[in-house]
């Protein structure tokens, strides 16, 4: 007699982080609802993740160990194809859920069939677990039920709108779409979340149901991706270079499906180098470093080659190569003054 299938999968990709791994299993087996298998995919760690796995005594934990490191975007799709429940959720191992976490997103799932995917409120908690902020999606005072498009409008426009640890996704998402593009790094779960957006509506639960940790350690994937300026994390040029190719391919498979497109088109553009401006302003110009910021802006063009040709980028190469306080001469010598009256 073949076992039952469990109703959501809960996969917990992990390298070498036994310890928070242990506190995000226990909160995974804390939750009210139990109709879940968890499979954690160890990709090679070379610690203790084996034995912290093998301490929990519970029938649900599928333990999938890598016998080498096959990557962050691989380990997330071996997740997703070993899955075998009606709903899957990505699940950091550094994180908490909350007692009600799958509780309230399966019940979600189950009353709306256009949905593809439901997402939540969260926590902050530092690297030793204490809250930080509470409520911290810029979301946070009711449930919403979003179309795709909206969603997908929204997203295009501004940031990646999902806590990726929050999400639950069906399973048919991914036997439908695939899984996450390895096209990108940094930004791979939020092409994910708009692709799906394309075929699915998207649902908001104001609930904090999650606690996600945010510190920045030098060892992280991640850290490739964001630089530390003035006491705030921001991203760095590989970073939004890699925003900017996901929200370009998105584009690309949009074309015919938004009727604003060219307009989106052209803000994302702006966007991106109002983006790099600022960047190469805190980061170079702000130290005089005229060099630097030039050959960043050289890098980007060179990747981008649309973006050359747009007005804005004119400005930021000419910033750069005059530096911030003769540009600043420049802009108002070429200010007529007021007449006096």
Known sequence: MSAKTPKVS?????????????????????????????????????????????????????????????????????????????????????????????SFKVEALDRNERVGMVHSNFHIMDENGYITQKNAHFIKSQDVIETGTSFLKKSLLGFNRVNPPSAVIRKECFDKLGGFSKKVHFTTDWEYWMRIAMHYDIIYLAKPLIEYRMYHSDGWTSSQYLAVIDGGMFNNLKGLQDEYTTKKIILQQTKHMLSDWKNINGSVRNRMIESVNQLVEKQYLKHGEKRKALGSIVRVCKDFPDLLFEMAMARLIIKSLLGLRLTEVLKRSLISPRDNK
């Open 10 to 102: 809960v996969c917990i990709p992990t390298y070498n982080r036994p310890d928070f791994l242990k506190q995000a299993i226990e909160s995974v087996l804390a939750q009210t609802f139990s109709d879940y298998e968890l499979i954690i995919s160890d990709n090679a760690s070379g610690d203790a993740t084996t034995a912290v796995i093998r301490s929990f005594k519970d029938s649900r934990i599928i333990h999938i160990r890598k016998e080498k490191n096959i990557g962050l975007v691989d380990n997330f799709n071996s997740c997703l194809a070993a899955a075998k429940g009606q709903y899957i959720t990505i699940f950091h191992d550094d994180d908490h859920m909350l007692p009600d976490n799958l």
